[in-house]
């Protein structure tokens, strides 16, 4: 029933955002796989550009594994994390997909209208984003607040540049070692063959 | 799973009626004489069986189909066209709707049902076994509730492929295998229930048992995979509703 739920959703939000089905179209009868640690789940295109969560024995056309460790950067819009999201097979759907989800929106005055109306639903959807604005500005100003008296005057968070530096170095640190490993590998094998060959002794 | 056709004294093959054994000739006219016993209170038992769930198992059927404006659909054992009304407002004026039952009541209670909704959908009495319409003509076949009853699944399935276009989905929502650890309290509710709701409702106690053991009889979700895949389908995969009480399937013709 989840799955019937799922998919209900999906049909109407891309109903709402009827640009997307266009997008989608194309790739009809394809299908995505998402796995963030030990959650799964699995997309499948229909052939009128909706969305509907996948079947039970269902193989996916391309597969997206997201590590825990990159959901806070991703959710924080760090480039370099979208970067080390790894992808298998049709990575052309999984672009698409990536677009589709990230220029979605929720039009929740829309529904409400269809259940008390549209002026009554117009007034719940100005208070709710004024409250929702409200709530955000307060919530950035005590965060800076915060941020500025733990970065300057009780240094206890890092600052995000250095951050962003920090994650860079890490980056290169790892493209590093891989090259080194692969260096070794290459030099261990080729060291190999020398001793099978006798050139070199032991 | 046991062997669906055995061969008789007289030679000819035998095949199930619930958990009764009959003769192949014999079984369409058996299960003929079910539907049009129910036929009137089809709808209505239908929704005091499954609670009600079973339009919504349809209008999920309708949600994975994938149909579109100007698509044509082919709705088999439809009997009392729920899933074609639903389907032809979908495809709208440009696509097109044909509803086909076996049975001439089941088949009267759907076609006077869509004229009463102002649909004009054409109602056809044919066997799935023998589909009259060309090959590579439909975006989507469904049969909803209808391959159990079939006396040779295989070749109507074989039919369903032959009669789509390539691209096009055959969509098969069925009773199946439920979950094991709901399978006794299913037994109680199928066995006794089911056939007491019959003859209380539909005044048809032994219809209702046809039912019940027909579901029985009825492929498990893996098995009826593998025999829409032997028909020719591509990339099958199924859903399973209410804990595999029904299972939708669907198959694409590549």
């Known amino acids: 029933m989840l799955k019937a739920l799922s998919t209900r959703l999906l049909q109407h939000l891309i109903s709402q955002n009827s640009w997307a089905s266009n997008l989608l179209q194309p790739h009809a009868g394809k299908s995505l796989q998402i796995n963030v640690s030990f959650i799964s789940a699995s997309l499948v295109i229909l052939e009128n550009g909706n969305l509907a969560m996948a079947g039970e024995t269902n193989v996916a056309d391309a597969k997206v594994t997201i590590p825990p460790s990159l959901l806070l950067r991703l959710l924080a819009k760090d480039e370099a994390a979208n970067r080390q999201i790894n992808i298998e097979g049709d990575t052309q759907l999984v672009a698409e997909l990536a677009k589709v989800f990230s220029n979605m929106r929720w039009d929740y005055e829309d529904d409400l209208s269809n259940i008390i109306g549209d002026v009554p639903a117009n007034k719940i959807g100005t208070y709710a984003r004024d409250a929702a604005n409200s709530v955000k500005e307060t919530s950035v100003n005590l965060a800076e607040m915060l941020s500025e008296y733990w970065q300057e005057e009780m240094p206890l968070i890092a600052k995000k540049r250095h951050v962003e530096q920090f994650n860079a170095e890490v980056d290169t640190l790892g493209a590093d070692v891989a090259r080194f490993e692969k260096k070794l590998a290459k030099l261990t094998k080729s060291i190999k063959a020398n001793l099978d060959n006798g050139l070199l002794k032991n | ?254």
């Not at chain 2, 129910?38 to 929704?47: F, H, I, Q, W």
């Not at chain 2, 056809?124 to 909803?144: G, M, R, S, T, Y």
């Not at chain 2, 299913?186 to 056939?195: A, I, M, N, Q």
């Open chain 2, 1 to 254: 799973m046991t062997t669906e056709h055995n061969p008789n004294q007289d030679g000819n093959q035998n095949t199930h009626f619930g958990f009764k054994t009959v003769a192949e000739n014999e079984k369409a006219k058996k299960v003929g004489e079910v539907f049009h016993s129910v036929a009137s209170k089809y709808d209505l038992m239908n929704d005091v069986m499954s609670a009600g769930l079973h339009r919504g198992w349809k209008r999920f059927a309708i949600e994975i189909s994938g149909i579109k404006a100007g698509d044509k659909v082919l709705d088999i054992a439809g009997g009392s066209g729920d899933l074609s009304k639903l389907f032809a407002k979908k495809v709208g004026a440009d696509g097109q709707v044909i509803l086909t039952d076996i049975n001439a009541s089941m088949l009267a209670v759907g076609r006077d049902r869509m004229l009463d909704a102002g649909l004009s959908v054409p109602a056809l009495q044919c066997d799935a076994e023998k589909l009259p319409f060309p090959d590579n003509h439909f975006d989507c076949v469904i049969v909803a509730f209808g391959l159990r009853n079939m006396t040779h699944k295989d070749k109507a399935l074989a039919e369903m492929q032959r009669v789509l276009k390539v691209g096009g989905r055959l969509l098969v929502l069925e009773f199946s295998k439920v979950w094991q650890p709901l399978s006794k309290i299913y037994d109680v509710y199928s066995f006794k229930l089911l056939p007491f709701m019959g003859k209380i409702l539909a005044k048809d106690a032994e219809s209702y048992q046809y039912l019940a053991e027909s579901i029985r009889m009825h492929p498990d979700q893996e098995t009826l995979k593998q025999m829409m895949t032997d028909a020719g389908l591509s990339k099958v995969d199924y859903y399973n509703l209410a804990a595999g009480v029904v299972a939708l399937h669907k198959g694409y013709k590549t």
